[in-house]
């Protein structure tokens, strides 16, 4: 395995990575850690630190090297088995270190779980985090699967999501990204067999000098699937977010029905998304829609509130609350929901002051 500053980085003049600031990205400034970590949950279906799974896809460098230097959750849940309570995985980034933590979900038949997973930093100094996660839901099962990308403004996380969803199976994907200097998320999620579900949700609020970056795949490549995506994010000062999302519908993937949905709020002057849905479809028997915005906030629904007396910090405070509400929505139940709205607020005002 080559030494983390000896590694070959792609580049931004290939389209899987135009916009980041892969050119950015300096490896010498980081030391290869096993990090600080902590699972909670039933250790029943945990397995601690297995050897590699040869067979999970690494689709860049990044997911290569995860390979050779991951510290591994494995959760493998038995057919007919529900998981009452969630599986939580804590991450914590030493300063200076790179980590590469590696979560692999199994799912025997009709059985469930919960598993909510969260990268933070020890400290303000930087850190590199890339973290893999693969999914892997046996007929007629259902998974819920959180991150929570929770690190400081200095430090990159480059991550992968790969997902393979069985026949009749239920995958809910939901990501939070409030953290990092930059951070990217590759999710490939593959409806592999017949009547599979995934829907997958992201929330995103970049400010300073950040930028979070998603690049997302809907392959579908069974009959009759479905997949929903909606991506709600919002830039202010000088950040920066990308979305780049592909809904690939192979030729024997007849009655298939795939949505996609980002939209973007930029609050102020400096700040700028981007925003580039695509569709891949070889089959005419399917159902498929996609949508995307960026823009300010809408001035009716200020001027509605300032009109009754509202502040106009608190107003804009109100409507960015208000517009993620459909992302919140679908999050796992829990203390979650409530944090990342005290969140999100406290990042609107420290906006508003600077």
């Known amino acids: 395995m080559l030494a983390l500053a000896d590694l070959e980085l792609p580049t931004a003049d290939a389209e899987i990575w135009r916009y980041s600031r892969i050119a950015d990205l300096d490896l010498t400034a980081f030391e290869i850690q096993p990090g600080s970590r902590e699972v909670m949950g039933d250790d029943t279906f945990i397995t601690l630190d297995a050897e590699a799974d040869e067979t999970i896809a690494t689709p860049d460098v990044f997911a290569e090297y995860n390979a050779g230097h991951q510290r591994t959750v ?149 009959e009759h699937t479905s997949s929903d995506l909606l991506f709600k994010g919002a830039v202010q000062d000088r950040a920066r977010s990308v979305y780049t999302g592909m809904i690939a519908i192979e030729e024997a993937a007849k009655g298939t029905s795939a949505n996609q949905t980002n939209r973007n709020l930029t609050l102020s002057e400096g700040a700028w998304a981007e925003s580039v849905p695509n569709l891949d479809i070889r089959n005419n028997d399917v159902r498929c829609s996609h949508a995307s915005t960026v823009g300010p906030i809408d001035e009716e629904h200020r001027y509605y509130l300032e009109s009754r007396g509202v502040p106009p910090e608190v107003a804009e405070r109100l409507v960015v609350l208000g517009f993620f509400d459909e992302v919140l929505n679908r999050l796992p139940d829990g203390d979650i929901v409530g944090e990342v709205r005290e969140r999100v607020a406290r990042k609107l005002s420290i906006g508003v002051m600077s």
Not at 157 to 172: F, K, N, Y
């Open 74 to 222: 494995d959760i493998t849940v038995p057919a007919n088995t529900a998981v009452s309570e969630p599986i939580v995985i804590e991450h914590l980034a030493d300063s200076g270190s790179a980590i590469f933590p590696r979560t692999v979900i199994r799912l025997g038949a009709h059985a469930s779980c919960t598993v909510i997973e969260r990268f933070r930093s020890a400290d303000d100094a930087a850190s590199l985090v890339v973290p893999v996660l693969a999914v892997d839901a046996g007929p007629g099962s259902s998974v819920t699967y959180l991150a929570v990308n929770d690190l400081n403004e200095s430090s990159w996380q480059i991550g992968h999501q790969l997902i393979a969803a069985g026949r009749d199976s239920s995958v809910r994907l939901s990501t939070i990204t409030l953290g990092g200097h930059y951070t990217r998320v590759r999710t490939e999620a593959t409806s592999k067999e017949t009547g599979s579900e995934i829907e997958q949700v992201a929330l995103y609020f970049a400010g300073g000098d950040q930028m979070h970056d998603f690049r997302v795949i809907q392959n579908h490549v069974a």
